[in-house]
């Protein structure tokens, strides 16, 4: 199943195409879950975003979470966008986009399980804002005047948020935040059913404080892209999850 813009298309694990199947809801892109779906809605005239999920014909069943959105209806934004959702057999788990809980569901959205953590707080100094704003030039290739406009719309945190990312892979949670030790990035793993297994540190690179280079995790090896600028070229990482 390959997610696009405004369709579902389907193929055969050969390649060959089977069907599509269209949809109209913004922005999102769509999970499967048994004969369901799960997908996301952005309101921006009441500054929120809402997990919805969705029957066989992709029409809305129930709403799982709403979060305050990353761009607000009075033009300022935040600089940390919590946004994770994923599907694996009959489950669906989702981040909440404020602290750290993340929600485990059934194929019919009923909760079975929430896991929460507390985390100490990191904090986002100013050296590190810097580097947003350094990005922001350097890599998004802003001009000046670009960058002092989103610089006075952006709300700059005092502490980065519990929760950098999630991944879902062999019926694990991995949990990124942005706890440190050694350069390497604190990893809370939990099975699908919200049990806590172990932690464990990633090597992920990051190309702003608050952008990681695109990464995956699967057969508990992490998987990242990274943008080699000495030699003009992109390259694959991999490392073990110990």
Known sequence: MVSSSNKISYFTLSGDFIKDKKYTLFGSKIRAVNNKYVGFVWVFREDYVAYILYNSDIKPIKELHRGKALVHTNGRRDLF????????KNKIVVAHREGFI?????S????????????KPVPFTNEEREKVIRYWREERGLDQWQIEYLEKRTDFPGNYPPI?????ADGKIYVVTYT????????LIYDVNGKFLKKAYLPLKMLA??????FSINGNNLYQLIYNNEDNIWELHVNRID
């Open 81 to 88: 966008e919590i946004f994770f959702y994923d599907t694996y």
């Open 102 to 106: 993340i929600d485990i569901f059934d």
């Open 108 to 119: 019919n959205g009923n909760r079975i399980h929430s896991i929460k953590h507390k985390v």
């Open 164 to 168: 950098q990312t999630c991944r879902l």
């Open 180 to 187: 440190k030790k050694d350069d390497q990035y604190e990893c």
């Open 209 to 214: 404080p608050n952008h990681a280079f695109p």
